[in-house]
């Protein structure tokens, strides 16, 4: 890049000597550096400059520019027009890290942390995945609707003040270990009742067993 800056042509140097106010120019970008610097080329010549923290683009190499030239600084302003690319990206650098992109009817936004505050927020979509470390949510109430419903989970715990189930169909639990424990009362009611065990079927108490 200090090559570009070292050929930076005379007549360019001499328009902005006679005063001091910017002179602007339409320029196209060559080239891009890793410092927020660009070598760009115009009427008059080329030079290195610098993009300006109000310009919401991120220039690329083949966009048109405006470039703002004084005696001592060479600014890009803002993106004109961009290059043709194949599948039409654009990208929207608004500083600090965060940035808007778009290209072939995808949008990605990239940022540290966001926040958004609707009243009300209507969400569509065909196919939603989220993905990440730690996920929380906080609601006041919830309720949730679905055909078909899959978890799973290496481990899972739930807590609640009061819990009611209501299964229309049949319902089937699996597991290699199973233990419940009651303080208070434990009672099951069916028309038919079954227990099967493949070595023993034991009932133990402190207090009377009742059959009957």
Known sequence: MQSVRNSRRQSLTQQTQTSS???FHHARVIARGT????????????LCASVADGCLLRPDVGDMVLVSVTERDAYVVTVLSRAAQAGGAVLLDMGEGVTLAAESGVLSIEAARASLRFAHCDWSSGVLHCHGDVAEFSWRDQRTWSERSVEAAAEKREYFGEASRHVAGHEEHSANSLRQR???????????????GTERVKADTDGDIQLG
């Open 21 to 23: 106010a910017a002179v």
């Open 35 to 46: 410092d927020r610097s660009l070598a760009v080329v115009c009427e008059t010549g080329s």
């Open 182 to 196: 009651v303080t208070e009362d434990w009672s099951a009611q069916a028309k038919d009742i079954s227990l099967f």
